[in-house]
């Protein structure tokens, strides 16, 4: 990708995440919810992609399972190389809300979770300020996130994300609430973070124009997740159930039809 988010690596790569009819239903019984189902698709390295679909399609709980901090109920994720269950590492996740710690300042947030990597302090602070300054956010280095603007604490966030070097972005909703200029730089610095790492990335939004910075989009309604080649399995399931159902009125057709003779 690059930051304007081109593709540079093409589709069909390696797989970065696999979801094989993946679903995930929240409670059980009559009060159960279905918030995604027979989700089947792959991202690839380099791959540029939107996750496009309304409030409470499934988007979130979708980018959960790709970053394994859910399980699905039913099908599979797997991170390809990884042992099953196994954290994947190599997928860093930039969340909907405010996710900075409070009492932190900027470069703290971003140097945290290379500290819980097992990073030695002083080469945590130097990457973590190096990814700030990748970013242009090196003035934002020892602010408190309470000083920060939403939009200027989410471009922390990235940051912190860059810090750890990831080999595919999962951004959920990064601009929901955000102004149409934080948005855009919220956006532009996602983007710059990808091209830096030559990372795939994978932004969900229910905002057009944040879908049209990327290559890629796919859409999630009533947590059903459709490809834009139709290649989701759930698409071939439709098209065998419609396929079954014309058969059977065929067949019924033919009994009436030799009946009737
Ligand atoms: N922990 C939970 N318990 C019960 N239901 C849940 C839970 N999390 C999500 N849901 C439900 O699952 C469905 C999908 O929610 P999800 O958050 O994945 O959608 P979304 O497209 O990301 O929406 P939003 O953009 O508003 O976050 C919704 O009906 C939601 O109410």
Request: charged share 25%; hydrophobic share 45%; net charge negative.
């Amino acid at each position: 990708m690059t930051a304007n988010g081109t593709e540079t690596v093409t589709p069909g790569g390696e797989q970065l995440v696999v979801c094989t009819d993946a679903a995930r239903t929240y409670g059980t019984g009559p009060g159960a919810v279905v918030a995604v189902h027979g989700a089947s698709c792959a991202v690839t390295a380099g791959a540029g992609i939107a996750v496009v679909g309304p409030s409470g399609s499934g988007k979130s709980t979708l980018l959960h399972l790709m970053a394994g901090l859910d399980r699905p109920t039913a099908g599979r994720v797997a991170h390809p190389g990884l042992p099953e269950g196994s954290l994947p590492r190599h997928i860093g996740v930039v969340f909907q809300g405010p996710s900075l710690l409070p009492p932190l300042t900027a470069v703290e947030n971003v140097a945290l979770p290379l500290r819980i990597d097992g990073v030695a302090q002083a080469e945590a602070d130097a990457r973590a300020f190096a990814a700030l300054e990748e970013l242009g956010l090196e003035a934002l280095a020892s602010k408190l996130p309470d000083e920060l603007s939403a939009g200027q604490a989410q471009r922390v966030a990235v940051a912190r994300v860059l810090a750890r070097r990831p080999r595919l972005i999962l951004a959920d909703e990064p601009t929901g609430q955000l102004d149409r200029e934080s948005a855009g730089q919220v956006m532009g610095v996602l983007l710059a973070a990808a091209a830096t790492l030559g990372a795939a990335v994978l932004v969900s939004t229910h905002d057009m124009r944040v879908a049209d910075a990327l290559p890629t989009r796919w859409s999630m309604a009533d947590g059903r997740l459709v490809l834009p080649d139709g290649t989701a399995e759930e698409d071939r399931a439709e098209e065998d159930r419609a396929e079954e159902r014309l058969a059977g009125k065929r067949r019924a057709g033919e009994r009436q039809e030799r009946e009737a003779r």
